[in-house]
């Protein structure tokens, strides 16, 4: 049409001109964020999958029947997955695991709090008190969120700086009638912990308090692993809900996740429902209402096509490969892995164990990669509650396509160490000292700042990090993340938190 502002062609060179400036998706250089199953026929097959769903809504499955028959069928394919079908039908509808595909892993997460929330208030109608949620200082960031969106106190429990790992018997000391549910991680995010799931489904169920496994980064992975693991999924019979994302160990495209829970009873829930108000009932799973079916859509022909020897396979691939890269770690002077990691995907810390010059900081070795094409994501050390400290790491996710370029990133791994060896840690406390020098109340308005920043005020401090570029906009990140990393470790956790989101706001804001 002649109306038309650009022609198609256009556009699209533009888009490929954006694309070309992001990380690759494919090849095995980004080791977190992206799932590579390494397969390009899977990728065609979820692009057509998704565009034969293209225009339909997935807000209702009873005018759209195909979003009914995927979801039913991906749900199926994870319930077997997760033993949730061992021994249905023999304990009544309790027993029964019943689940729904969601957008990701936060929006599963969300839910799972939603509905412990909403059970725990039915139980004790009339309560003033705030339900919490206990889990390990390393559970998933969604949890945080859910906790602020729904109105629950996240108590954190600290984990053994070494493994990463919370005891259960800290769990159980935090345990009362104001606990909605416990949150363990198969495995965490940050350490790739099994944490010891069988042992506290054995408290919680005695104590009638639900048990949520948030199994959303390895869970379909776990379910594929060579290796023997202690039982974490629906065959212990005390976990009450899981969740895991198909858009990662699925080889789906983002987002789409899917949360199980044992009992039909209790996954109602979940659902928001509503005749009050003059348009269709509303009736909702999920938090979304119109969603598109595309990523279900792909979701769904992967696992059909896949099927269990497909998922072995690649998970075979992906086990190989991080076996492969722990020993090439573990074979670095001055780095090491932190405790015994679970799954594909491990953490990496300074070696304290060797003397100061030939120790590796591990956001410099981060940055080192990055520089030749690498790109290994940083994670700040914290204290925990109890004076404890978590060392500061580089996260490796693994994944089937990093099978053929093992050789490749082990020699950058070792090279990069290798230059920054004895290198000191960036002290983010000095950054800290220097910036408040600099601005106009000195080290008081840097303290101050913790308070309620404007968007001006944080603008003029992310200037000053160098985060900023001069027309206010959001500048590009350094090339070393290290000193980044630093200030997020030195700067108190809510000036941190503003000063991020001023920055991701302004990215994303026009700049015309």
Not at 190 to 214: C, E, K, W
Not at 329 to 344: F, Q, S
Not at 426 to 453: C, F, I, K, Q, W
Not at 492 to 503: A, K, N, S
Request: with cysteine; proline share 7%.
């Amino acid at each position: 049409m002649s109306t038309f502002e650009h022609t198609p062609d256009d556009v699209l060179a533009e888009l490929e001109v954006l694309r070309a400036a992001d990380a690759p998706t494919h090849g095995g250089r980004v080791l977190s964020y992206v799932y590579d199953s390494g397969l390009a026929e899977l990728d065609e097959l979820a692009a057509r999958a998704a565009r034969l769903v293209q225009p339909v809504n997935g807000l209702d499955p009873t005018t759209f029947t195909s979003v009914a028959a995927m979801e039913s069928g991906v749900v199926g394919f994870a319930r077997r997955v997760f033993h949730g079908d061992i021994g249905m039908g023999a304990g009544g509808d309790g027993e029964v695991v019943v689940g729904s595909v969601t957008s990701g892993g936060t929006e599963s997460c969300l839910l799972a709090v939603k509905t412990a929330r909403d059970v725990w208030r039915s139980a004790r109608q009339g309560t003033p008190r705030t339900p919490r949620i206990v889990a390990p200082a390393t559970v998933h960031a969604a949890f945080h969120k859910a906790a602020h969106y729904f109105g629950l106190a996240l108590d954190l429990v600290p984990v053994d700086p070494g493994t990463g790992a919370p005891t259960p018997a800290a769990i159980e000391e935090r345990l009362g009638d104001d606990v909605a549910l416990v949150v363990l991680s198969a495995p965490s995010y940050p350490f790739a912990t099994l944490d010891p799931i069988a042992d506290v489904a054995a408290i919680t169920a005695q104590r009638g308090i639900a048990l949520h496994v948030d199994a959303c980064i390895g869970g379909f992975a776990l379910a594929f692993w060579p290796d023997e693991l202690p039982a974490w999924d629906f065959r212990v019979p005390g976990v009450t809900s899981l969740s895991a994302d198909l858009h990662k160990y699925g080889y789906a495209p983002k987002g789409v996740s899917v949360l199980l829970t044992r009992g039909r009873d209790r996954q109602r829930r979940q659902y928001f429902a509503t005749t009050d108000w003059p348009g269709y009932p509303v009736v909702n799973p999920t938090m979304a209402g119109s969603k598109p079916a595309g990523p279900l859509a792909a979701a769904w022909a992967i696992t059909r096509v896949l099927g269990h020897g497909g998922f072995t396979e690649l998970t075979g691939r992906a086990a190989s490969a991080t076996r492969a890269l722990r020993d090439v770690v573990t074979g670095i002077e001055g780095l090491r892995v932190v405790g015994e990691p679970t799954g594909p995907l491990f953490a990496v810390a300074a070696d304290d164990a060797v003397p100061a010059e030939r120790r590796v900081d591990p956001h410099h070795w981060a940055d080192a990669a990055r520089g030749a094409g690498w790109h290994l994501q940083l994670q700040p050390g914290r204290t925990q509650s109890d004076g404890t400290s978590l060392p500061r790491t580089t996260h490796l996710t693994v994944t089937p396509v990093t099978h053929a370029v093992v050789p490749e990133l082990a020699a950058a791994l070792v090279t990069a160490a290798d230059a920054v060896r004895g290198v000191p840690a960036v002290d983010g406390r000095e950054l800290v000292a220097g910036l408040a020098e600099t601005l106009p109340g000195g080290a008081e308005a840097l303290a101050a700042a913790s308070a309620e920043l404007d968007s001006d005020g944080a603008a003029a401090l992310l200037a000053a990090f160098g985060l900023l570029g001069g027309d206010g906009a959001g500048g590009a990140l350094p090339e070393r993340l290290a000193p980044v990393l630093a200030l997020v470790e030195a700067l108190p956790g809510p000036l941190t938190e503003r000063l991020l989101i001023e920055l991701l706001a302004r990215v994303v804001e026009p700049r015309d």
